[in-house]
Nanobody
Framework: QVQLVESGGGLVPAGGSLTLSCSASGRTLNLYAMGWFRQGPGKEREFVAGISRTGGDTEYEDSVKGRFTISKDNAGKMVYLQIKSLRPENTAVYYC???????????????????WGRGAQVTVSS
């Protein structure tokens, strides 16, 4: 079982930016659709962004469109979530997830994903 590991979280002032990274211990993620989810304090985990196995298609939750960008590196070993113009309500634990995929689909439903990281805490101060 390949474990996903998120990194790049931290304390950021409102209006700031950061980039979360997700890796699979150096193994390729080219055969997987990938997603980022988040769980804020007292809230359920929710979809944030997804990317197809090829990286050619992406999908975002409406409230993050234009501020969040999901991407894969050329080597196919890292997935990133770039976040701009952070808001206090973006405070959450951000999770990376993967699902083996034979087609170029983006998966937005939590139940579609098989493997998850432990999460990275992002705290936005006002």
């Amino acid at each position: 079982q390949v474990q996903l590991v998120e990194s790049g979280g931290g304390l950021v002032p409102a209006g700031g930016s950061l980039t979360l990274s997700c890796s699979a211990s150096g193994r390729t993620l080219n055969l997987y659709a990938m997603g980022w989810f988040r769980q804020g304090p007292g809230k359920e985990r929710e979809f944030v962004a997804g990317i197809s196995r090829t990286g050619g298609d992406t999908e975002y939750e409406d409230s993050v469109k234009g501020r969040f960008t999901i991407s894969k590196d050329n080597a196919g070993k890292m997935v990133y979530l770039q976040i701009k113009s952070l808001r206090p309500e973006n405070t959450a634990v951000y999770y990376c997830a993967k699902k083996f995929s034979l087609v170029g689909e983006v998966m937005a439903a939590e139940a579609q994903y098989k493997d998850w990281g432990r999460g990275a805490q992002v705290t936005v101060s006002s």
